[in-house]
């Protein structure tokens, strides 16, 4: 109850700030350029199956970059600005926890997210569907279940990270060092761990368990995640080749779950022993 | 009932001491008034008080409550007007007031509240639009909504002009009178001396001092000043004032002669006037002032 009414108000003062709009309208016209590249360009290369369920996965592929960005952008202050301002002393005057303020906070920044996104991608799919002819629902259900998800996780990590800490620069520093490292480097970083295990070389042929590595992270988890709830196989995006328990779709949305859960139960733990 | 009850309360930041073994109680009902310079504790004793921070050692209860352990249950009680907040949200003036009641589960009348702070006619504008003052009667409002038990207002008359201090002075009375404990912390002698029944003074993180304020002016010993002009100050006479018992000071301003002294040596001092041939034209006395006896205390000048 305590943790809709802090969700509440912090979507109200996004709704009021302009900002949702403002991102609204990026989404759309983002999800509109991306669809429609995606029509032409499969047919311009002349790829025989041009599929509904091909769109809802490029369109996930495509927007991960800009979610996660924006996650960090609208929810890296949610906890650090306000104990910065001492803002967070009015939440916390009322009878509130720090568990409902944080929680609250991850509600509250996930719709002010969630609404452009989806709004973004329905735009994205319709224009899609139009051109092409055909219309998958299932796929693109699929497609946005898999969105929202992946942007309550981004923000549930943003938030968890902002909780660590009373200062918005430390907060900045530490938001875009994790989007750096788990979202720009970890090519190297996955590389660095082959290398390392394989006696400071790299092997010709890299081992299977590098699929694992290589769905930390959460915007990979996203768009393989979403392959294990869609029908079928998409053309170029197959389950790995190999035989192993793991070699499967589904670890992207169970990194997903890890992604939605730790970050934020640190940044609790942290939060709820702090001096405000 | 005890409102507020600390007991051994020790706060430190790293090897900053912010509160020294603190032993406090304010009893219910009652009308406190925090009193230090800025930097003392003040605002320390009162996160601790709301669990926004974690004394080092002792333990603080609110209103029979562990202020650490059951601290919704407090602030369910409790209104709070802090300081040092940030800038508040989009939400118009009303609707902080409604998100309040909402929080609280109260069933106040946003327009009342807003009316009885002062703010009804910018209500419907964004908060974050108010001026200082008009933040802290919002926050004032706020506060009341619910009928809490206890206030806890932090610098409260901060960026309220004469009117406004003194409107935030008659909430206070009228809180009391409905049987609220008001805790009322300011660094502004003239606040707490006009509203409160008892006071503590904190300097460094020590409560140096808790009694009523006649009761502090007595125990401090502060004197009062005497001002007796006459038609002309005799040589000598500043001499044989200040040898007079209960007489701590003397000096002439003119045809006038200042003596710090007690009450009752002040008719021995007129008498010693007469005695010199001097003819009294006018005689002032004055209580030593609260910021005498503030100083006196906190050890300033």
Not at chain 1, 118 to 146: C, H, K
Request: glycine share 10%; net charge negative; with cysteine.
């Amino acid at each position: 109850m305590s943790t809709l009414a802090v969700a509440k108000k912090d979507f109200q003062d996004a709704l009021r700030s302009k900002a949702l709009w403002g991102l609204s309208i990026i989404f759309i016209l983002l999800s509109l350029l991306i669809a429609y590249a995606f029509t032409e360009f499969t047919a311009m290369m002349e790829v025989e199956e041009q599929t509904a369920q091909g769109l809802a996965y490029f369109l996930a592929s495509q927007i991960g970059l800009f979610v996660s960005i924006t996650a960090i952008v609208i929810a890296y202050k949610a906890i650090a600005g306000e104990r910065e301002s001492g803002s967070i002393k009015i939440l916390l005057s009322l009878p509130h926890t720090r568990r409902d303020v944080l929680l609250g906070k991850v509600l509250g920044r996930s719709a002010t997210l969630a609404v452009p996104t989806l709004i973004g991608l329905v735009a994205g799919a319709a224009l899609g569907s139009v051109l092409m002819g055909e219309f998958a629902i299932v796929s693109l259900s699929a497609l946005l279940v898999m969105s929202l998800v992946f942007v309550v996780t981004y923000i549930s990590i943003m938030v968890g990270i902002s909780a660590l800490t009373g200062s918005t620069s430390r907060a900045s520093m530490l938001t875009i060092g994790f989007f750096l490292v788990f979202e720009i480097l970890w090519g190297v970083v996955s590389i660095g761990i082959v290398w390392l295990t394989n006696g400071l070389s790299l092997p010709t042929e890299f081992p299977n368990w590098v699929y694992l590595v290589n769905q930390v992270p959460p915007s990979a988890a996203f768009t393989t995640g979403l392959t294990a709830l869609m029908p079928g196989d998409i053309a170029g995006v197959g389950t790995p080749e190999f035989e192993a328990f793991y070699a499967t779709p589904w670890v992207g949305v169970i990194m997903l779950a890890f992604w939605l859960v730790v970050p934020l139960a640190i940044g609790y733990r942290q939060f709820s022993k702090a001096d405000l | 009932m005890v409102a507020i009850d600390l007991t051994n309360v020790t706060k430190t930041y790293g090897d900053v001491t912010a509160l020294q073994s603190v032993d406090l109680t304010v009893e219910d009902g009652e009308v406190f008034g925090f009193l230090g310079p800025n930097g003392a504790g003040k605002s320390t004793t009162i996160d601790i008080l709301l669990d926004h921070a974690r004394p080092t050692a002792g333990h603080a209860q609110v209103l029979g409550m562990d202020a650490q352990d059951e601290t919704v249950a407090v602030r369910e009680r409790t209104g709070v007007l802090p300081e040092r907040f940030g800038p508040l949200g989009e939400m118009t003036g009303r609707q902080h007031v409604e998100f309040t009641v909402e929080a609280k589960d109260a069933d106040d009348d946003p327009d009342r509240i807003v009316e009885r702070v002062g703010i009804d006619h910018a209500a419907d504008r964004p908060a974050s639009g108010y001026s200082k003052g008009m933040t802290q009667r919002l926050m004032l409002g706020m506060a009341l909504v619910g009928q809490p038990d206890l206030l806890i207002l932090d610098e409260p008359t901060t960026g309220l002009d004469p009117n406004g201090a003194r409107q935030m002075r008659e909430i206070v009375r009228a809180e009391a009178d409905r049987g609220a404990t008001v805790f009322f912390s300011s660094h502004i002698l003239q606040q707490v001396e006009a509203v409160c029944d008892r006071v503590g003074i904190l300097d460094y993180g020590n409560l140096v001092a808790v009694d009523s304020i006649d009761g502090l002016r007595e125990a401090a010993g502060t004197t009062g000043e005497m001002t007796v002009t006459l038609d002309g100050v005799p040589d000598g006479l500043a001499d044989e004032i200040e040898a007079i018992d209960g007489v701590t000071s003397t000096r002439v301003d003119g045809n006038a002669i200042v003596a710090g002294c007690e009450n009752p040596a002040k008719a021995a001092v007129v008498e010693a006037c007469r005695q010199a041939g001097a003819t009294v034209e006018n005689i002032e006395t004055s209580e030593a002032s609260l910021e005498d006896l503030f100083a006196a205390y906190t050890g300033g000048a």
